[in-house]
C-alpha cells in the first residue's frame, strides 16, 4: 500500500464519479466569463454599432471585454474531450463512452437549432439558423465517438493535424468541391449555408478545429490520471510551450492566422492587433492563444486550497450545461425589463436574424449602457444563477438517472 499514490486517479467502479476540482473550476471561470459576451450582446451601446475586434472603431476595455471571452469555447471544447477519457476511469467501456457521445453531441445539436434559437431571439423565425457553439460541440463529440476506438497517440495526432494543418486549406473555397461545396462549408468556412425553401443555416462555427480541439483534450486527459506533482508540472511547461508557440509564430506573420497583426496608431493598439487572431473558424494562433494560457492557469490551479477557496466557481463548472441553456433566456429577459421600463415598448427584442443586418434600425439610439453597466448586469445573472447551479449540482450528485448526463 506505500506504493499507493493518493493523487493518482484510480479506476472507480461504475457510478462513482471521482471529480478533480482544478478542471471544474477552470471550467466554471470560463463558463462565466462567457456571460459577460452574452450580456454585452444584449446590453451594450456598442454592440449595436460594431465589432468589439474592429481596431478601426473599438477601444482598449471593449475589446478587452470580448477578448476575454476568447478563452470560452475552447476551453470548453477541450475540457469535454478530457471529461470523457476520464469517463473511461468510472467504469465505461470505449462502446459505452461512444454511444454516449454520439447521443450527447446530436442532443446538442438539437438544443442549439431549438431552445437556443428561441431564447437568442424570442420569436419563431423558421427561416433562419445559427450552428454555433453548441453545434459545433455537439457535432465534435459525434466526430470523438469514432475517434476513441483509435489508439491514443493516434488520437493526438489526429488533434495536431486538424488545429496545427487547417490553416493550410485557408485558400481552398466551397466551391472547389462541386456539389459538396456544403460540406466544406460545415468543415471550414463561415458564412450562410442555403437548406433549400428560403432556409439558411449560418456556419458560424466551422467543425474541423473544434473537433481537434476535443480530441486534443480527450489525449489531454492521460495526463489527468498522473500524481498531483508529475501531472501539474507536465501541464505547465506544456502550457508555457503553447503560449510560446503562439508568440513566436505571431511575430513572425509566418503561419497560422489568416490576419497578420500590423503596426497600428499606438503601441496599446499593436497589442490589440497582436491578439486579434481568428475564431470563426479558430485559427492555430486562436487556439494556442486561448489553450496555451489555460493550461498554465490549470497547472496553477491544481493545489488543494484553490478548491476550498473557489466553490462557487466549481459549483458553476460541474453544471455548465445547464448554466449555458439558463442564461441566455435570463439576460434576455432582464434586457425585457430594461426595454418595457424605458420605452414602453421592446419589439427589437423579438426581431430575428434577418432585421439583425439594419440592427441599429431596429434598436433605439440610445438603448443600451456603457461597459460598466455591462458588468453589473452580468454580476446580476451569475448572482441570479447561482442558487439553481447549486441546486442542481447537488442533484446530480445524488442521483444517477440518465437523463442528468445530458445536461
Known amino acids: ?19 478533480l476540482d482544478q478542471l471544474d473550476l477552470l471550467r466554471g471561470a470560463v463558463i462565466v466569463l462567457m456571460a459577460i459576451d452574452h450580456v454585452r450582446d444584449f446590453f451594450s451601446h ?23 471571452t476568447h478563452f470560452c469555447a475552447p476551453v470548453f471544447c477541450f475540457l469535454a474531450g478530457t471529461g470523457a477519457f476520464l469517463s473511461l476511469s468510472r467504469g465505461k467501456t470505449k462502446a459505452d463512452l461512444a454511444k454516449f457521445l454520439a447521443t450527447r453531441g446530436l442532443w446538442l445539436v438539437f438544443l442549439e437549432e431549438t431552445f437556443l434559437r428561441f431564447a437568442w431571439t424570442f420569436n419563431f423565425d423558421l427561416q433562419n439558423f445559427d450552428a454555433a457553439t453548441l453545434w459545433a460541440l455537439g457535432w465534435s463529440m459525434v466526430a470523438l465517438a469514432a475517434l476513441v476506438f483509435l489508439p491514443l497517440r493516434a488520437i493526438a495526432a489526429v488533434a495536431l493535424i486538424l488545429i496545427g494543418g487547417h490553416n493550410l486549406l485557408d485558400g481552398v473555397p466551397p466551391e472547389a468541391f462541386g456539389s459538396f461545396a456544403w460540406l466544406w462549408r460545415v468543415l471550414h468556412v ?28 480527450y489525449a489531454f486527459g492521460a495526463l489527468m490520471k498522473k500524481s498531483r506533482e508529475e501531472r501539474r508540472r507536465t501541464v505547465l511547461w506544456l502550457g508555457l510551450a503553447a503560449t510560446a508557440l503562439f508568440l513566436i509564430l505571431r511575430a513572425s506573420n509566418f503561419y497560422g492566422d489568416p490576419q497578420p497583426w500590423s503596426v497600428q496608431k499606438s503601441s496599446v493598439f499593436m497589442t490589440l492587433s497582436f491578439l486579434n487572431c481568428q475564431k470563426y473558424p479558430p485559427s492555430l494562433l486562436y ?10 492557469v490549470l497547472a496553477l490551479l491544481d493545489r488543494e486550497h484553490f478548491a476550498r477557496m473557489a466553490q462557487p466557481i466549481i459549483v458553476f463548472g460541474r453544471v455548465p450545461l445547464f448554466f449555458y441553456l439558463l442564461h441566455f433566456p435570463l439576460i434576455h429577459l432582464l434586457a425585457l425589463v430594461y426595454s418595457f421600463a424605458k420605452y414602453g415598448e421592446a419589439p427589437w427584442l423579438f426581431a430575428g436574424p434577418a432585421a439583425w443586418n439594419d440592427i441599429l434600425r431596429v434598436y433605439p439610439a440610445d438603448f443600451g449602457f456603457g461597459l460598466p453597466g455591462v458588468y453589473a448586469v452580468w454580476l446580476v445573472v451569475v448572482l441570479m444563477l447561482y442558487p439553481a447551479c447549486v441546486w442542481f449540482s447537488r442533484l446530480k450528485q445524488r442521483r444517477r438517472d440518465a437523463w442528468l448526463s445530458y445536461f
Not at 500500500?1 to 471529480?19: F, L, T, W, Y
Not at 460594431?50 to 471585454?65: S, W
Not at 487556439?287 to 498554465?296: H, I
Request: proline share 14%.
Open 1 to 19: 500500500m506505500s506504493n499507493v499514490n493518493p493523487s493518482a486517479i484510480p479506476v472507480m467502479p461504475a457510478g462513482v464519479r471521482p471529480r
Open 46 to 68: 456598442a454592440a449595436l454599432s460594431f465589432q468589439p475586434t474592429d481596431l478601426t472603431q473599438t477601444y482598449p476595455t471593449l475589446f478587452f471585454t470580448r477578448w476575454i
Open 190 to 217: 463561415e458564412g450562410p449555408l442555403p437548406l433549400g425553401g428560403g432556409v439558411t443555416l449560418y456556419i458560424a462555427y466551422p467543425l474541423l478545429p473544434w473537433i481537434g480541439a476535443m480530441a486534443a483534450g
Open 287 to 296: 487556439l494556442l492563444m486561448t489553450l496555451g494560457p489555460a493550461l498554465v
